[in-house]
């Protein structure tokens, strides 16, 4: 089975009780929907009749994480038939036969176009909580049930332990070996783990999250204690991931954003003494930098990447609709995180 690509290479109190399907605990209902805003705009550009997202500027594939950011946006949106859609061409095209979970990219020019059954487990936590949000917006059981299975699976599957830590492995296949395990610190998509938490209790989610906070808080790398795209960790610590670029980079990016759609706000600090030093300076933030030899992208962020940057420094996020499909998600995303 192949080790998935970093996908970035290749150019996202309860208030009021619900009992789930399958045994799950209350959990807190959505905000009301937002009828248009950012997913009228992402789905107009990158949505196919068939209910596939499509990566425009990635050779027209697709990927379990472009699925799960267009359903959250379209439940956020109360788009119940855009959901649907969505959710049928994933389910149908993405599921893995042996597990509940989702091959991670799908290549409709290729013979095979899920040559790579492997999944993503940010696809797969990105699917869950879409289906959990559902459910509780349209009160429809079948949802539930999936979301509940699909996460059953996540724990069954990606929770693995290392030396006293539980950590969430990017995918099934290519990242656990004897004593290391290699993470994607950008999977551990925090406002979806609370509501796994308050579905499922902590006795299923809460070493998950309260180890993978610690680890976040110890991947702090180079002269502005960034985090990078890819970490790895024993029994000794956490560190970059060796063999791949030391940088905080178009993974890591979202690291930022889904601590403060989590309201983590104190683990934001060296994202937001990094950003705001470059805006003091009035210097491009550059759309990455290594952390080890601190050389920066000769480009800047993308404006989805600025919207996260929004939010970050506690401002409105910026519109990002003009860009490609990555950038696009990230602004979209960043919009629905600060309703």
Request: include cysteine; hydrophobic fraction near 45%.
């Amino acid at each position: 089975m192949t080790v998935p690509q970093d996908r970035r290479s290749f150019i996202g109190g309860l208030a009021l009780a619900a009992l789930l399907p399958g045994g799950c605990a209350s959990a807190s209902p959505p905000p009301p929907a937002r009828v248009g805003g950012p997913w009228t705009a992402f789905s107009a550009r990158f949505l196919s009749p068939d209910g596939r997202i499509v990566d425009t500027g990635n050779g027209g594939i697709s990927h379990s994480e472009g699925q799960g950011y267009g359903m959250l946006l379209a439940e956020a949106a109360g788009d119940r038939a855009g959901f649907d859609r969505l959710w049928a061409w994933t389910s149908h095209a993405l599921s893995r036969t042996d597990v509940r979970l989702f091959s991670w990219r799908f290549d409709p020019a290729a013979a095979n176009p899920v040559g790579d059954p492997n999944d993503a487990s940010d696809g797969d936590i990105l699917i869950a909580w879409a289906l959990l949000r559902a459910s509780l917006r349209w009160k429809v059981g079948e949802y539930g049930q999936q979301s509940a299975a699909i996460r059953g699976a996540i724990r069954k599957h990606l929770i693995r332990q290392v030396g006293a830590r539980t950590v969430l492995l990017p995918g099934i296949a290519g990242f656990d070996t004897p004593g290391l395990l290699t993470l994607n610190p950008s999977y551990y998509i925090w406002p979806a783990l609370d509501a796994f938490l308050a579905a499922d209790g902590a006795a299923a989610w809460g070493a998950v999250l309260r180890d993978g906070e610690q680890i976040l808080a110890e991947a702090r790398f180079g002269t502005h204690k960034l985090i990078t795209d890819w970490i790895e960790i024993d029994s000794a610590g956490v560190r970059p991931a060796r063999g791949k670029p030391p940088q905080f980079g178009f993974d890591a990016v979202r690291v930022p954003l889904y601590l403060a759609w989590g309201k983590r706000r104190a683990a934001l600090a060296p994202f937001r003494d990094f950003w705001s030093d470059c805006l003091t300076r009035h210097v491009a933030i550059p759309a990455w930098i290594d952390v080890v030899s601190g050389a920066q992208a000769p480009y800047a962020l993308s404006d989805g990447g600025m919207a996260v940057v929004d939010i970050t420094l506690g401002r409105r996020p910026r519109s990002a609709r003009g860009g490609d499909y990555f950038s696009t998600a990230l602004g979209a995303l960043a919009a629905l995180a600060a309703t």
